[in-house]
């Protein structure tokens, strides 16, 4: 593949193996780039969807299949012993990558394995129920014994029940809290402990604070719905709007939407706010410093924004969630009258648009990867060139604002051509954008990626790079001075930090993103034909 722009080849290569690995440093223009490689395994009877990277994107961890045994593979090194199964999703590390659990087959039973030592065994468990503690020093999953579900903590059982729904720590990862079914009965748990019997609890999820130390949730006995906080009696109401409970991020501040005699409103504490003909689902929203509520609403048919107590102007339709810019001053949302749609900044609608379409980025918030291109495959298979329509079809959904108050970015549609939006100026149009607007830390910079025709390439800080078949992965060091990303074409894929760029690679590892460990270095896991790679790059100045 020819690198990103028409000029001479890589200036210098200088290869040094390793005992793990080896290290390439390429050289182009005004930056250096050492690439270490380390070999993780091969692709040799692994099962694809079994491949799981860790957070920091150092690790990895896999199945392998042979006959009827399953090995488990972390950090390129085997699990002793064979399983006869793995569970969908059926691996996980810790948030802080420190730990890995494996949910698989053995003796017909299944069992939890932790960073290789395996538990007590169990019928089954239930899907998706397994979630280390943000610390990662702690896990839970639901189990299945004897027809019954019981909760493990740290391996540990718990009381069994005909239903365990929703167990989750707080997140501090000091508490636990789930909703318990018994016949027709739900209570809900909190540090083990049962409230009294209810006909129902909202969403089946209790909500905590965010420094864990209080609880909230919506439950039913009889035809009243009462507000439980554990603090007073709860009063009731006719109803509770789902994802309806919300903590300030402070947790000073407890809100939710409810119904009573007809009419919606918020109770925010002891505050009564004014009566609503409706309040949507999961529209409560904080500011950053919990001094700001909004809500959307309806009124004569019409729906609209409720900033504490200042009413925004009526619109046929009004996207959730509300965004608040991360220093609380501004706040965003996407509207429609008709079949135009806009943003409205601050009460203020920013112009009209068929489509208005972006995912939220906040400058100096920590923000996950941004999604990968479909045409930039992550597994084994080929990648195909041919451009997708996702940007383009996809809703309204929300938009990205910088620090710098109050920049504001979108992807808009006129037609079937796509602009971004910066602070009020839209960009050249585009027949698809491919990656949302990102902005990095301070929000003083900013890229994303789009197509014309059949070629993609980045736009960033408004100067678009060479053309090339696809780009992912697209992504700022923590500093913002260094952007690194994907680039395929001609079937080869490489990294680009900057001016520089990677040799070729086969592809990544399915889930692997770009992640920075310092200003100056990232992790990804990728492979080369048969070859499992760890991936690390350090960026230094070019001479």
């Known amino acids: 593949m020819r690198p990103p722009a028409s000029r001479a080849p890589v200036a ?79 691996i996980s590390f810790s948030p802080d990558s420190k730990h890995v659990a494996v949910l698989a087959q053995t003796g017909g039973k299944w069992v939890v394995v932790i960073d290789g030592a395996a538990g007590q065994p169990y019928n089954t468990y239930a899907k998706g129920s397994f979630a280390f503690s943000l610390d990662g020093a702690r896990w839970l999953v639901t189990a299945d014994d004897a027809g019954k579900r019981l909760l493990l903590v740290d391996g540990k059982p718990g009381k069994a029940y005909d239903d365990i729904i929703h167990p989750r720590f707080s997140a501090d990862g000091k508490r636990i809290a789930y909703v318990a079914r018994v016949d027709t009965h739900f209570f809900a748990v909190i540090d083990g402990v049962e409230s009294a019997p209810y006909d129902a609890v909202m969403d089946e999820t209790i909500v905590f604070s965010p420094d864990g130390s209080q609880t909230a949730y919506a439950a039913r006995a009889g035809d ?110 996407l509207a429609r009258n008709g079949k135009q749609w806009t943003v409205v900044l601050d009460g203020k609608p920013t112009g009209d648009f068929d489509k208005v379409s972006s995912r939220p980025i906040f400058a100096g918030s920590l923000a996950s990867p941004m999604p990968g291109n479909p045409a930039l495959r992550s597994t084994s298979e080929p990648a195909s060139s041919a451009p997708s329509s996702a940007a383009a079809s996809t809703p309204a959904t929300q938009p990205a604002l910088g620090a710098q108050a109050p920049r504001l970015a979108f992807v808009a549609a006129h037609g079937r ?60 060091s923590p500093d913002g001075k260094h952007v690194a990303y994907a680039s ?56």
Not at 70 to 77: A, E, F, H, L
Not at 272 to 292: C, E, H, N
Not at 431 to 449: H, K, Q, W, Y
């Open 12 to 90: 210098r290569i200088a290869t040094i193996f390793l005992i793990l690995g080896c290290s390439i440093t390429w050289a182009r223009g005004a930056t250096e780039i050492d690439v270490t490689e380390t070999p993780l395994g091969t692709t040799r009877h692994i099962l694809i969807k079994s491949t799981t990277p860790s957070p920091d994107g150092k690790r990895l961890a896999y199945a392998t299949a042979t006959g009827k045994a399953v090995q488990i593979v972390v950090d390129g090194k085997p699990y002793p012993g064979d399983f006869q199964g793995l569970a969908a999703g059926g």
């Open 224 to 333: 009243r719905w009462s507000l439980v906080t554990g603090s007073g009696q709860p009063k009731t109401y006719d109803a509770v709007a789902h994802g309806g409970i919300a903590f300030s991020p402070g947790g000073k501040r407890l809100a939710a939407a409810v119904s009573d005699n007809g009419q919606w409103f918020v109770v925010d504490g002891a505050s009564v706010g004014k009566p609503f003909a409706r309040i949507f689902d999961d529209s409560l929203a904080f500011s950053a410093d919990g001094k700001r509520l909004a809500f959307v609403a309806e009124r004569d048919g019409k729906m609209l924004v409720v900033d504490e107590s200042a009413e925004g102007a009526p619109f046929d339709a009004i996207e959730t969630p509300l965004l608040f810019s991360p220093d609380s001053h501004h706040l965003a949302y």
């Open 417 to 476: 051509q796509m602009v971004v939006v910066v602070d009020g100026k839209e960009s050249a149009a585009f027949d698809e954008i491919v990656l949302p607007p990102l902005f990095n830390s301070d929000g003083a910079r900013m890229a994303f990626a789009a197509r014309r025709g059949r070629k993609q390439f980045a736009v960033i800080d408004g100067v678009e790079t060479a053309p090339v078949d696809a780009i992912g992965r697209l992504t700022f």
């Open 488 to 543: 395929q074409s001609g079937g080869e894929l490489r990294i680009v930090v900057d001016s520089a760029q990677t040799g070729p690679l086969g592809g990544f590892i399915h889930g692997a993103a770009l992640v920075f460990d310092s200003p100056d270095s990232f992790n990804t896991l990728a492979f080369r034909a048969n070859e499992l790679l760890g991936i690390h790059v350090a960026i230094k100045a070019g001479k």
